[in-house]
């Protein structure tokens, strides 16, 4: 925003005329489709101008960014109406939900209670975990985000949140750049022709390492190669790397807010590998839950919506309909081998940094 006001003269003239508009996406289209210019707290949230302790535009940021609060859209719950949609066949049926990508897939999770998380495994790895009423700032490279507010004189609620900059990402990798697969469902079924991953290990730091490491000099390498490795070993390896990562941020996770998850929800497209997510609750060591519905972002905005005009009256009745028709993992190996993994692991981050 502050190098669109110093460098282009349509934004510097709009100001001039009282009428710039700044906004992120779902405002946009919230104005296009009703005429209000709002926002809802996550995706205000975003922006790094909203405190998120009062959810209001910070006069502080505003300062220093050079933006005026008449500039930004009103900041509101996630879950109200905000106008009805203007013209064309839906006229007249009201809009009220909107969430943040990832704070919709933790409603659409039903993530309500504090030390409740959803992990969404897409080309890269989001990992929300509820930490209740209050925010808590991390000290072990995570992020304070705000979770949902689903009224607007709901309680808010926060979370902590890690990513990984390449999951699903590294499946296609295997398939278009090395041609290791011909399909992205290929990589369960090499997977299981072998027991384990023979000792290799594929750091997929492509673009360095996201939560909780934060090493942008870190880059890709497969570790542990033998005459004994095949490209079962390698496939395994890569559902594996991202399984490893989960457990590093969940770990950061349970020093920050001192809580022990006991489950994991999941979505997103690698959760449709049965073989993933069973690599997935051998690393963790606790349940991993696989809901029916995966795409879990538009129902938790459908959910937040319903609940605004009175299709469900409680978050009990939220929980219901997304944690119906769920699937459980559990592991099915020993402490003394998932240590051994993870310790194997840690080798392997090791020898990926220092290299940018």
């Known amino acids: 925003m502050r190098w669109m006001l110093e460098n282009v003269p349509e934004v ?3 100001r001039e005329r009282g009428t710039l508009r700044f906004g992120t996406i779902d405002t946009w289209l919230l104005y296009k489709l009703t005429g209000s210019y709002v926002t809802d707290v996550t995706n205000a949230s975003r922006t790094m101008l909203m405190d998120i302790k009062n959810f209001r535009w910070s006069n502080e940021c505003l300062e220093f960014f050079g933006i005026k609060e008449s500039e930004l859209p009103e900041i509101r719950s996630s879950a109200e109406v ?17 969430l943040g990508d990832q704070q919709a897939a933790m409603v659409g999770q039903s993530c309500f209670e504090a030390g409740e998380a959803k992990n969404t495994y897409g080309t890269g790895c989001f990992m929300l975990f509820n930490t209740g009423s209050e925010p808590i700032f991390s000290k072990n ?34 398939r278009d750049k090395i041609g290791l697969i011909f399909s992205a469902s290929e990589i369960g079924f090499l997977s299981d022709s072998v027991e384990d991953n023979g ?32 490209r ?60 029916e519905m995966r795409e879990t972002t538009a129902l938790g905005a459908a959910l937040a919506a319903g609940l605004a005009v009175g299709v469900w009256e409680s978050e009990a009745e939220l929980r219901q309909v997304a944690q119906s028709n769920v699937s459980a993992f559990w592991s099915r190996i020993s402490e003394e081998k998932r240590n051994n993994m993870l310790e194997g692991w840690e080798k392997a981050v090791k020898r990926s940094l220092d290299w940018a």
């Open 12 to 14: 510097q003239a709009a």
């Open 82 to 98: 905000y106008g009805s949609i203007n013209e064309g066949r839906l006229a007249g049926i009201p809009i009220a939900g909107c």
């Open 141 to 174: 490279g995570l992020l304070t985000t705000v979770g949902y507010k689903l009224g607007p004189n709901a309680e808010p609620k926060y979370a902590l949140e890690g990513s990984i900059a390449v999951a699903g990402s590294a499946i296609q990798w295997l």
């Open 199 to 230: 000792g290799v290990y594929f750091v997929t730091a492509f673009s360095g390492l996201f939560a909780p490491y934060w090493r942008d000099d870190a880059r890709g390498c497969i570790v542990g190669l033998t005459q004994y490795a095949t």
């Open 232 to 291: 079962g070993h390698i496939a395994r390896a890569t559902l594996e790397s991202v399984c490893y990562q989960t457990r590093a941020i969940l770990d950061a996770m349970r020093k920050d807010s001192g809580t022990e998850l006991r489950r994991l929800r999941v979505d997103g497209g690698m959760t449709n590998s049965e073989q993933a997510m069973q690599i997935q609750a051998d690393i963790l060591g606790i349940e991993v839950v696989r809901p």
